[in-house]
């Protein structure tokens, strides 16, 4: 895979913006006390559930949930699977499904296929992403026209093109 | 006569020139906010400025780099076919695609084929943006577009791509898209042009 970030030079601003540094009132994403490590050498098939943050820097397959707390995915590390977590950062290899009641970050470095659900999100330049971004908003009365039925039909989620799309 | 007070020369350096506000930019987030969950698909390079943006209008946001994917079939001596073949999406689904510049680096077959596929995924009603380098001052490398200030699009050069230019004059443009309705274009101070397309 090419390296967008290389890829890309600066023309008209001179000071490019952090991302981040633009959504407010969302916790940091940035690790707290007390975590777990999940180191180069180390890969897991199955299920993880928890009360401390977790960071990857290895291989796992399956689903982690860490409710209220925060789920990294190093630049090494390579995730197969689902996160339920409070925040997630993404620097390594991810395929799967992300739910986080805080905000995820998807940094350059990393390579991302799947969906996100989210408050809020914060993607850095030339991050490998293909993705179904779906964040928490505000239900927005929309006025129907005239004649026009009040609701729309039901739209399916497109998750087989996600799969379709898998890069390594 | 003059005030000497005003020929005085001011000796601070002027601030870097911001582009102009995108008209087109502010014309497609009033279409996609008044749609009822509006699902989204940008094909442009991954910038976490436009993900924002548009993440924050749409129901779903879909992003996929169809650059690179165009990028990695031009290095592999592939057709750009290769690369349309992630567009796999249900009929009729989209409320809006972003197209960037896309088909400044497509040729009339592949553009065409890709107005075809964008046709066929867009909802009735559902628009389509796309904009096109300066005719008469073409960059010598690709670039493509970041949103800033919410309301400005700066170019970024993308210099490692290697794909091929096709800059066309606005007719040529309107040809291509020929099944869809051309809602408005714009052209800014930088001879970037802006298109809106509605398909119905």
Known sequence: MLNMRKMMKQEEAPEPKSVSSQIPAVPAAEPVDGKTVISEKISIEGDIRGQENLVIEGSMKGKIELENHQVKVGPKGRVEGQIVSENAIISGHFIGNIYAAGKVKITKEANFSGEIKAKSISVEDGAYLKAIIELEREVKKVIPAIGKAASEPEKDPVKHQMAAGKKN | ?200
Not at chain 2, 62 to 85: M, S
Not at chain 2, 158 to 179: G, K, V, W
């Open chain 2, 1 to 200: 006569m003059p005030n000497v007070s005003q020929a005085q020369v001011d000796s601070t350096p002027a601030p870097p020139e911001s582009p102009p506000e995108s008209r087109v930019l502010r014309l497609i987030s009033d279409r996609l906010t008044q749609r009822e969950n509006p699902l989204i698909l940008d094909l442009g390079p991954t910038f976490g400025d436009n993900i924002r943006f548009f993440a924050d209008k749409a129901k779903k946001l879909f992003t996929f780099d169809l650059f690179t994917c165009l990028d990695e079939a031009n290095r592999n001596r592939l057709p750009a076919k290769t690369a349309f073949r992630f567009l796999a999406y249900p009929s009729r689904y989209f409320d809006g695609v972003l197209l960037w510049n896309l088909i400044d680096h497509l040729n009339t077959t592949d553009a065409r084929e890709l107005a075809r596929i964008i046709r066929e995924i867009t909802r009735p009603e559902g628009v389509v943006m796309i904009l096109a380098q300066d005719l008469f001052k073409p960059r010598e490398y690709p670039i493509a577009f970041s949103i800033r200030d919410e309301s400005r699009f700066h170019s970024q050069s993308l210099t490692e791509l290697q794909l091929q230019a096709y800059y066309r004059p606005t007719r040529e443009i309107l040809d291509l898209m020929d099944s869809f309705v051309l809602i408005k274009s714009f052209i800014s101070r930088q001879g970037i042009r802006e298109y809106l397309f509605l398909r119905h």
